[in-house]
């Protein structure tokens, strides 16, 4: 079992930014890869990040060059840095862990609102 708790959602003015962090605790040593989901009201559920076990990145197209997905040193630590966001970045974001297993374990999200 692996546990997520996420933090650093709020609101934030259009060309702000924010950063997400994500807490991991438990079997952490399962874990392949760490992603970042999103969605927003009315729209269906979107990946956003991905980071492996080896430190391979990607991004939908939608965020490439204003986000990036990194760990702490300690790697149970997911951060998400958001640049230049926009109205539509809006959403409740979700922190995920897959499992080499290929198990999903999710966290509660965190709700971002980019609003002037």
């Known amino acids: 079992q692996v546990q997520l708790v996420e933090s650093g959602g709020g609101l934030v003015q259009p060309g702000g930014s924010l950063r997400l962090s994500c807490a991991a605790s438990?079997?952490?040593?399962?874990?392949?890869?760490m992603n970042w989901y999103r969605q927003a009201p009315g729209k269906e559920r979107e990946l956003v990040a991905t980071?492996?076990?080896?430190?391979?990145?990607n991004y939908a197209d939608s965020v490439k060059g204003r986000f990036t997905v990194s760990r702490g040193n300690a790697r149970n630590t997911l951060f998400l840095e958001m640049n230049s966001l926009k109205p539509e970045d809006t959403a409740a974001y979700y922190c995920?862990?897959?499992?080499?297993?290929?198990?999903?374990?999710w966290g509660q999200g965190t709700q971002v609102t980019v609003s002037s």
């Open positions: 980071i492996t076990s080896g430190d391979s990145t």
């Open positions: 438990g079997s952490i040593f399962s874990i392949y890869a």
């Open positions: 995920v862990a897959r499992t080499r297993g290929s198990i999903d374990y």
